[in-house]
């Protein structure tokens, strides 16, 4: 996902129109829910053109993160131009599990061609529901502590300074004393945060909150950041915004920022390109149990997947290209060498591409890093609320919270009721 969560479909009622058969072959029909990848799946059908099927066409198709879902309940609705495979974020994915979903089961495909042993078992989650899957993950999107190395000089520090978060309390304590601001604060770090302590948005009843005293902690925890002066709320309220890039990143006024593989790979090489050779990678600072141990030092948020709209009379033609691009090394190396995501998909990571040196990243290898995290990616707690309640959270709730107009107690118990309506 690569822009900010913008107003998003929260239910959604489907009818489905099937597409009458057609004895000819027509262009399959790609909805992309990025500009950005427009480009990327130009390129995949030109590859598969030349590695499979020469005669292949399609017809790319671009919406943004916050057209798709209007587009797409358009076209199921009426039957008029849709799409044959749909690129959808999985922050999405739960707007269309309210009633039957409009998606291919893919699950048979899916083991026959060995995507069930090879996508990180996490991921491959991601877009199912009752024991179905509906979607395939591109992205690891493994959670990581972007950091200024130039600003950690500076400062002295160092990434062995942030083990846990503790740590990093107590580094931002000091920095604050020198009115630095340690990170910037966002809504969707409550649940990337809440994910990595083991917990979610639902549980697997369904149910939001699942464990509610660690929901309201987290979010007492944020506030508290941004009291003490460690951290800072964005101009627009979002670390996705291309505006604060400009006003808070480029000129030093935060230290770190917490994001996916996604967002160092495209936005920050995309906003900050005067920064190159000024980024470091950590993993997250790890949450403490009762005991005393420190848990996993990674979490996940986003990420988009491939699906198969139920209408389509071409569904044979449009998983063999699905798994194209999900199986072929080229397809997954140049998704990650382009700026766009690391993949999900274990074979490719043996390609040498994945692991070489970044110069953006202080030549750091970016590759390396999430291979070593990806076993502590946790999985996502799939529900038809999920868009719902992250909308509400980052609309209705976050600034609110963060500017002290309303207690984390209270914030859980008016989502709650808004869910449960």
């Given at each position: ?18 597409l009458a ?36 066409q ?11 879902p ?87 520090l ?9 740590d ?43 464990d ?26 979002s ?78 033609a ?86 002290g ?17």
């Open positions: 996902m690569k822009t900010s969560l913008l107003p998003i479909v929260v239910s959604l009622s489907v009818a489905f129109v099937p058969d057609a004895a000819e072959t027509r262009p399959l029909e790609i909805w992309i829910s990025s500009y950005q990848d427009k480009v990327y799946y130009e390129s995949m059908v030109k590859l598969y053109q030349e590695k499979v099927n020469k005669e292949f399609a017809n790319i198709s671009a919406f943004g993160f916050r057209e798709m209007d587009k797409l309940a358009v076209a199921i609705k009426t039957g008029v131009n849709p799409p044959d495979i749909v690129q959808l974020d999985e922050v999405l994915f739960g707007v269309y599990l309210n009633g039957e979903p409009p998606f291919l089961d893919l699950s048979e495909r899916v083991r026959n061609a060995g995507l069930d042993r090879d996508i990180v078992s996490s991921r491959l989650k991601l877009f199912s529901w009752k024991d179905k899957i509906y979607g395939v993950p591109q992205s690891l999107s493994a959670i990581v502590l972007y950091y200024r190395t130039d600003l950690f000089e500076k400062y002295q160092t990434p062995a300074d942030f083990r846990t978060w503790d990093f309390v107590d580094r931002g304590e000091e920095l604050a004393l020198k009115h630095q601001a340690l990170m910037a604060l966002d809504p969707t770090y409550f649940d990337i945060l809440l994910r990595q302590r083991g917990s979610d948005w639902f549980g697997k009843d369904g149910k939001p909150f699942p509610e005293v660690m929901a309201i902690d987290t979010l007492k925890w944020m506030a508290d950041l941004k009291d003490r002066g460690i951290a800072i709320i964005p101009e627009r309220a670390i996705y915004d291309p505006v604060f890039f400009s006003s808070s990143v480029s000129p030093g006024e935060v230290l770190c920022l917490i994001g996916a593989d996604w967002y160092g790979l495209d936005m920050l090489q995309q906003f900050t390109p005067e920064l190159s050779g000024k980024w470091g990678i950590m993993p997250l600072p790890a949450w403490k149990d009762a005991k005393g141990v420190a848990g996993r030092r990674t979490s996940t948020f986003a990420g988009q997947g491939l699906m198969i709209y139920q209408g389509t009379t071409q569904s044979d449009a998983w063999k290209f699905i798994e194209h691009v999900m199986k072929d090394t080229e397809a997954n190396v140049k998704r990650f060498v382009d700026g766009n995501s690391f993949p999900a998909y274990q074979p490719a990571w043996k390609d040498s591409r994945l692991a070489q040196p970044m110069p953006f990243f202080s030549g750091q290898s970016f590759g390396k890093e999430l291979m070593q995290l990806a076993p502590e990616v946790p999985e996502v707690a799939v529900a038809p609320g999920r868009p719902q309640a992250i909308f509400l959270f980052q609309e209705n709730y976050f600034s609110q919270l963060m500017h107009a309303m207690t984390a107690e209270k914030v859980v118990e008016e989502i709650k009721a808004a869910l449960s309506r």
